[in-house]
């Protein structure tokens, strides 16, 4: 059963920037695609972004040029740079690894944007 742990949410203002992090605990192969899930209150949890082990990347629209994905094969790690954050990316962060049509998940880790 493998692991996930998310790690650098927090309260940051518009426009400002975050980046998290999600640390698995055991290897990470090659067909494993990583990537970050969000779901905000009374909302369902919807895609932020993917990547696979070849680098290819996928965004929703609401995020495209302002957020980052990026992965760490050496460390079994997936990153998610967030620049020029609004308030509507306030949402609690999910990591997630899918292997064999078999998802895993991290805690969670929240993301507030306000002023």
């Known amino acids: 059963q493998v692991q996930l742990v998310e790690s650098g949410g927090g309260l940051v203002q518009p426009g400002g920037s975050l980046r998290l992090s999600c640390a698995a605990s055991?290897?990470?192969?090659?067909?494993?695609?990583m990537g970050w899930y969000r779901q905000a209150p009374g909302k369902q949890r919807e895609l932020v972004a993917t990547?696979?082990?070849?680098?290819?990347?996928n965004y929703a629209d609401s995020v495209k040029g302002r957020f980052t994905i990026s992965r760490d094969h050496a460390k079994n790690m997936v990153n998610l740079q967030m620049d020029n954050l609004k308030p509507e990316d306030t949402a609690v962060y999910y990591c997630?690894?899918?292997?064999?049509?078999?998802?895993?998940w991290g805690q969670g880790t929240q993301v507030t944007v306000s002023s």
């Open positions: 997630n690894l899918k292997r064999r049509r078999v998802d895993y």
């Open positions: 055991e290897r990470v192969f090659s067909i494993d695609t």
């Open positions: 990547v696979t082990s070849g680098g290819t990347t």
